[in-house]
């Protein structure tokens, strides 16, 4: 099985930062894209950023020049340094990743969500 376990969201004032974390561990052969979501009250699941196994990033437009994607591959483990926060990033972020397993499965995996919450 694989497991994602992220870490850093929290409460923050507009304008300010934060910087979030996925692991990814388990029964792990490969990882394709890693990518965060974001879930508001009463809002669909959203992209947010993806990064491809390369270093390759795409964004959502609302984010587009105040987030930052990065990965190790080495530590299995995907990074969104959010900048310039608004109270309209408020959500859950969720992680996502793409994994192939030592059994040669790919599926998508996601992890638990960790609450992000800009106060103006």
């Known amino acids: 099985q694989v497991q994602l376990v992220e870490s850093g969201g929290g409460l923050v004032q507009a304008g300010g930062s934060l910087r979030l974390s996925c692991a990814a561990s388990g029964s792990i052969f490969s990882i394709n894209t890693m990518g965060w979501y974001r879930q508001a009250p009463g809002e669909q699941r959203e992209l947010v950023a993806g990064i491809t196994s390369g270093g390759s990033p795409k964004y959502a437009d609302s984010v587009k020049g105040r987030f930052t994607i990065s990965r190790d591959n080495v530590k299995n483990t995907v990074y969104l340094q959010m900048n310039s926060l608004k109270p309209g990033d408020t959500a859950v972020y969720y992680c996502?990743?793409?994994?192939?397993?030592?059994?040669?499965?790919?599926?998508?995996?996601w992890g638990q969500g960790t609450q992000v919450t800009v106060s103006s």
């Open positions: 996502n990743a793409r994994v192939t397993t030592t059994r040669v499965i790919t599926s998508d995996y």
